[in-house]
């Protein structure tokens, strides 16, 4: 296993536990059992080859397809949700189909072209990813669905698609959903009001009266070393806790931000090292191959996941709904993050076990 891994992972949840108990001090304790369960749930499937998450691919996709077709019939929505239907409920079960999805497409994609190869399978491959952008797209899930779109062209890119088959690909997309494109917003007008609101938002933001100019200016209070969780309560974040970064920054400063980005560097930094192991593999097995395309594509899951609702704390991108992967609160979200911490477990773990005995290339803070 990877200790870098593991030290992200606890970095991130303790953030978490510390913007929750700030934000929402009433949560913190249903936070930190879900959170506990999580870093189990990491540890226990980390134990697991990549052959199994390989094998179980195609099944875990079915099944989120057909959860995501539940959810214009039965899902249910939430009172900030604005009409839209994300969430299914089965008695005290409560979960979000297409955090599933994200993961789903993450291990068919790396099950379809390990055991297919890239050669003239950009269709098949192409088809499976807009299928399921598509289902999530007519929730509507305008953020997650853009996400599952960016995570199938990097999947594609890691199994060794060449750049200008993917070009063509964006291009051939952009000429078919721009027509499509002014029905879609006519239709879900909650879209086009986030998008003006956000350009139109800068005179409000200067006094801090939104939420984004709310959280800048707690960022500031927080300073260096932050006021302590004992200061300002955070009512205005609401339980989804999508500005969470901002609570963390008021709580401990820039050094816990500092340690957030840190956090998801380290992730980003032990997935790359799978790929590069696994490129050094002779003979490049079908495993070896998908254990390189799972890393990747699970470290995409996370870090794409928290780049976007960073920039939306900074303003730069319009209020999408996404939560801090590891950080926020919520199980879905938390759940579908631990198992793709324990898929870059695995890659790592199944590519070192490969490499020839004479080439010690290796993270210094690994074990397996």
Same mark, same amino acid.
């Given at each position: ?34 959170? #506990?369960?999580?870093?189990? =749930?990491? /540890? +226990? @499937? !980390?134990?697991?080859?990549? *052959? ?47 955090? #599933?999805?994200?993961?789903? =497409?993450? /291990? +068919? @994609? !790396?099950?379809?072209?390990? *055991? ?52 063509? =690909?964006? /291009? ?197």
């Amino acid at each position: 296993m990877s200790v870098q891994l593991i030290i992200a992972q606890i970095i991130l949840m303790s953030l978490g536990l510390l913007g929750i108990a700030t934000a929402e001090p009433d949560k913190i304790l249903d936070h930190g059992g879900k959170a #506990l369960i999580a870093i189990v =749930l990491t /540890l +226990m @499937l !980390a134990r697991l080859r990549p *052959r199994a998450f390989l094998r179980v691919g195609p099944w875990f996709w079915g099944f989120t397809l057909f959860l995501l077709l539940l959810v214009p019939f039965i899902g249910v929505g939430t009172a900030e949700s604005e009409g839209t239907r994300r969430w299914l409920e089965f008695g005290p079960v409560r979960f979000q189909p297409s955090e #599933l999805g994200k993961l789903g =497409l993450v /291990l +068919m @994609l !790396a099950s379809f072209f390990a *055991r297919r190869g890239v050669q003239k399978k950009l269709i098949s491959a192409t088809g499976m990813i807009l299928l399921t952008t598509i289902l999530v797209l007519v929730q509507p899930d305008l953020g997650t669905s853009v996400l599952m779109f960016g995570l199938g062209i990097i999947l594609m890119y890691a199994a060794g698609v060449r750049i200008s088959n993917i070009s063509g =690909l964006l /291009l051939a997309i952009t000429m078919m959903i721009l027509p499509l494109l002014g029905t879609y917003l006519e239709r879900h007008p909650y879209i086009m009001s986030r998008l003006t609101s956000h350009k139109d938002a800068e005179q409000i933001r200067e006094i801090g009266l939104d939420q984004i100019g709310m959280a800048h200016r707690d960022l500031n209070f927080g300073g260096l070393w932050g006021q302590g969780p004992d200061g300002l309560r955070f009512n205005y974040f609401g339980e989804h806790t999508d500005m969470i970064v901002a609570s963390i920054g008021f709580t401990s400063g820039l050094l816990g931000v500092a340690m957030l980005l840190f956090a998801y560097w380290l992730i980003v930094a032990t997935a790359l090292e799978v790929a590069h192991l696994a490129s050094r593999v002779r003979p490049m097995t079908p495993e070896i191959h998908g254990a390189s395309i799972l890393a990747i594509g699970a470290m995409f899951m996370i870090v794409g996941q928290a780049f976007v609702n960073l920039c939306v704390a900074a303003g730069v991108f319009p209020v999408t709904g996404v939560p801090l992967p590891l950080v926020s609160y919520g199980f879905s979200s938390m759940l579908t993050m631990s198992l793709a911490m324990a898929i870059i477990h695995s890659a790592m773990r199944e590519v070192r076990r490969h490499l020839p005995e004479e080439s010690p290339d290796a993270l210094p803070l690994s074990a397996d």
